[in-house]
C-alpha cells in the first residue's frame, strides 16, 4: 500500500469519527430538549381538553388548552381546571366568587351579583336564568372554596348543581393560560 492510500485511509477514518461525534452530539441535544419539554409540561404547564360545550362562546369541545397552578390562587374571572368528585371527572369552568364573597343569581332577569355589584359577563352566551336547585341564594362562598358556572350558562353542570357545589381549592388544578388548538384561535384565554 502507498504512503497517499494510507495517508487518505487515515483522512476517512477521522471524517468517519467526525460524522459519528456530530451524530451523538445532535442527538443528545435532542434528547436534553425533549427531556426539558417533559419536564416543563409535568411541572409547569399540563394540557387539558375541553369536553361538551359549557364553555362556549368562550372555549368549544375539543378545544386543547394549556393550564398552569405555578403561583396560582383563584381569582374572580378565571378559567380554571377542577376536579369535580361529584361528577367523577375534571371540568373546565370559570371563577365567578371565591371564598367569603357573597354570591346572588336572580334567575328571573339572569343577572349575577357578588358582593352587591352585578357582574359584566360579556363572556356568556345566554343570561343566568336555569337554577339546577343545588344552592340557596344568595350565598357565601365558604372558607378555601370557590364557585364556579360555565359561560353556556343554560348548558353548563357547575357550582349551581349539587353533584359539583362549592369547588375546594385543593381540587382546583390551574388556571386556563393559553388554547394551543385549534390552530386558528391559538391564544391567551380570558
Request: zero cysteines.
Amino acid at each position: 500500500m502507498a504512503a497517499a492510500d494510507i495517508g487518505n485511509s487515515e483522512n476517512e477514518n477521522q471524517q468517519d469519527r467526525g460524522f459519528a461525534r456530530e451524530i451523538f452530539e445532535w442527538l443528545e441535544a435532542f434528547l436534553t430538549a425533549l427531556m426539558l419539554v417533559i419536564i416543563v409540561l409535568i411541572f409547569l404547564l399540563r394540557p387539558a381538553v375541553v369536553d361538551g360545550k359549557s364553555m362556549e362562546p368562550t372555549l368549544h369541545d375539543g378545544d386543547r388548552l394549556i393550564f398552569t397552578d405555578i403561583g396560582f390562587t383563584p381569582a374572580q374571572g378565571d378559567i380554571v381546571v377542577v376536579d369535580s368528585e361529584g361528577l367523577g371527572k375534571f371540568i373546565v369552568k370559570r371563577v365567578i366568587a371565591t371564598a367569603g364573597q357573597t354570591l346572588d343569581i336572580d334567575f328571573v332577569t339572569g343577572k349575577v351579583t357578588v358582593d352587591g355589584t352585578v357582574l359584566e359577563e360579556n363572556y356568556i352566551l345566554a343570561d343566568t336564568l336555569r337554577d339546577e336547585g343545588g344552592q340557596t341564594y344568595p350565598l357565601v362562598v365558604p372558607e378555601n372554596s370557590v364557585f364556579v358556572m360555565g359561560d353556556n350558562r343554560m348548558n353548563s353542570t357547575d357550582s349551581r348543581d349539587s353533584r359539583v357545589g362549592f369547588i375546594n381549592d385543593n381540587d382546583i388544578y390551574g388556571k386556563v393560560i393559553f388554547r394551543i388548538y385549534p390552530f386558528t384561535k391559538m391564544g391567551t384565554v380570558n
